[in-house]
C-alpha cells in the first residue's frame, strides 16, 4: 500500500478502494505473510497530501479493526494516521521490544490521547514482548504503560481488554475500574519471572482489579503458573462478578478449596459454563467433583481442576444419589497407576452420561508424562465407552421385556 508514497494521480483510485476497508493487518517488517507493510516515511506524506484534500480527513475511512506489528522504532507512528473514528478494534504487538520502540509507541499514544475524544474503540488488545523476550520494564515502559492507561480509561465502551504480559501493565489493571461497559478481560504474566513474590502480588492486583467489573463476563489468567498454594481468599473478591460466563485460572497457580468454597461459588456464579484451575499443586479430594457438579447446576459445561484420582475405588462403594447436572468435559491430573484406570472409569460411568469427555493433563506429579497421559486417557475412554454400550442394551432389552412397567 503505501511502500512508496502515492502521486497525484492515484489518489482516487486509493480513495475507491480506501472506503471498502474495514480490517486490516499492518506491520512494519518486511516478509510478514498475511500482514500489510507500510512504510512509515511513505505514510506520513501521503497524511500531509491527504489532509490537504477535502472530505477526507482519515486514510482509512470505514476501517473498524486495525492491527499492527512493530519491528522498528519507526512502527508506532503509524497508529495516528490510520486510527479513525469508525475503529471499534485495536491490536498491537511489540515482539521484540527495544528503548526506541517503546518510546515511539508513549509518544503515539500521548497524541492519540488527544484525540481520543473521538473514538469509541470496544476492543483493545496489546502484546509487549514474546515468550523470549520481556517487556522493557524501566522508566520508559513505566512512561508507555501510563500513556496507554489514560487513553483506555477515555474509551468508556470498551468491552474486551487483552493485557500481555501483565507484569508490566500496572497502571493499566488500576485503570480497569474505570471501564463501566468491559465484559471480557485476559491477562497472561510473562512466561519466566525470577520473582515469584512479584509475580503473585501481580496476579492478587489484577483479581482485584478485574472483582471491580461487576459486569464482567469472561475473564482469564494465562501464563507460567507460579508453584505454591494459594488460598480460597485469593479469588474470594471475584464473587462479586455475578454475570461470570468463563473463569479460567490456570496462570494463577493452584488454589486450595473445600466443599463450602465450591458451594459459595456456586451461588456466586450462576450463570458460569466453563471454570478452570491450575493442575499445579495439591490435589483436591475426588468426591469434591459431586459438589461442583451440584453447586454449578444447570449452568457448569467444563470444568478443569486437580482431583485425586486414586479415591475412585472408595468412592464407587458410598455414590448413592447423584446431584442433577450438565457437566460435559473434566479437565484434570492423569491417573498414576494402572489400577486407578478401571474404578475411574466406572466411577464415571454413573456420573456423566454419554457424550460425557474426560481429558487428562500434567499436574505437579512427576511420575508421569504427556505419553503416559495419552495412553491413560484412551484406556479410561475406552471402558467408559463400553460401559455405558452395555448399559444402553440392558435398558433396551429390559424396556423389551416388561414395556414400560419398568424405568431403569
Known amino acids: 500500500m503505501f511502500r512508496n508514497g502515492l502521486g497525484q494521480v492515484d489518489w482516487p483510485k486509493y480513495w475507491s478502494y480506501a472506503h471498502r ?27 500531509a497530501a491527504a489532509t490537504s484534500q477535502n472530505g ?20 508506532p507512528s503509524l497508529i495516528l494516521p490510520l486510527i479513525g473514528p469508525t475503529v471499534r478494534r485495536i491490536t498491537i504487538k511489540i515482539p521484540q521490544p527495544t528503548e526506541q520502540i517503546i518510546q515511539a509507541a508513549s509518544i503515539a499514544f500521548s497524541t492519540l490521547i488527544s484525540m481520543s475524544g473521538n473514538l469509541k474503540v470496544e476492543q483493545f488488545d496489546i502484546t509487549i514482548g514474546d515468550d523470549v523476550t520481556s517487556a522493557t520494564t524501566g522508566g520508559t515502559q513505566r512512561t508507555l504503560d501510563l500513556n496507554i492507561a489514560k487513553f483506555l480509561v477515555s474509551q ?13 501493565f500496572d497502571s493499566l489493571t488500576a485503570s480497569i475500574r474505570l471501564l463501566p461497559c468491559l465484559r471480557t478481560m485476559e491477562f497472561t504474566s510473562a512466561t519466566i519471572s525470577h520473582n515469584l513474590l512479584l509475580k503473585r ?12 467489573c461487576t459486569r464482567l463476563e469472561r475473564l482469564q ?26 473463569l479460567d485460572l490456570y496462570g494463577l497457580g493452584a488454589i486450595t478449596l473445600n466443599a463450602s468454597n465450591v458451594e459459595t461459588m456456586g451461588k ?51 455414590t448413592t444419589e447423584i446431584p442433577s447436572h450438565n457437566l460435559k468435559v473434566l479437565y484434570t491430573g492423569s491417573p498414576e497407576k494402572e489400577s486407578d484406570v478401571q474404578p475411574l472409569a466406572e466411577l464415571l460411568a454413573i456420573l456423566f452420561r454419554p457424550g460425557f469427555q474426560v ?17 491413560f486417557y484412551k484406556k479410561v475412554d475406552d471402558l467408559l465407552r463400553l460401559i455405558w454400550r452395555v448399559q444402553d442394551r ?6 423389551q421385556d416388561f414395556g414400560d412397567h419398568v424405568t431403569v
Open 21 to 47: 476497508i474495514r480490517g486490516v493487518y499492518i506491520t512494519d517488517e518486511a516478509g510478514r505473510a498475511a500482514r500489510v507493510r507500510v512504510n512509515p516515511q511513505a505514510l506520513l506524506h501521503a497524511l
Open 56 to 75: 477526507h480527513d482519515a486514510l482509512l475511512p470505514k476501517a473498524r479493526a486495525l492491527a499492527f506489528e512493530f519491528h522498528h522504532a519507526s512502527g
Open 156 to 168: 468508556k465502551s470498551l468491552q474486551f481488554l487483552r493485557i500481555r504480559p501483565v507484569d508490566s
Open 201 to 212: 502480588n501481580i496476579h492478587e492486583y489484577s483479581i482485584h482489579s478485574a472483582a471491580t
Open 221 to 246: 489468567v494465562q501464563g507460567a503458573s507460579p508453584r505454591g498454594q494459594h488460598a480460597f481468599s485469593l479469588i474470594q473478591p471475584l464473587l462479586s462478578c455475578r454475570c461470570l460466563v468463563t
Open 268 to 318: 456466586a456464579w450462576v450463570k458460569l459454563e466453563s471454570l478452570h484451575f491450575s493442575l499445579l499443586g495439591d490435589v483436591m479430594p475426588l468426591d469434591l467433583l459431586l459438589t461442583f457438579a451440584a453447586s454449578f447446576s444447570p449452568s457448569l459445561r467444563y470444568l478443569g481442576v486437580p482431583l485425586d484420582i486414586s479415591e475412585a475405588g472408595s468412592l464407587l462403594s458410598v
Open 359 to 375: 481429558i487428562f493433563g500434567i499436574g505437579s506429579s512427576k511420575k508421569i508424562g504427556i505419553k503416559e497421559a495419552a495412553m
Open 394 to 399: 440392558t435398558r433396551r432389552s429390559l424396556k
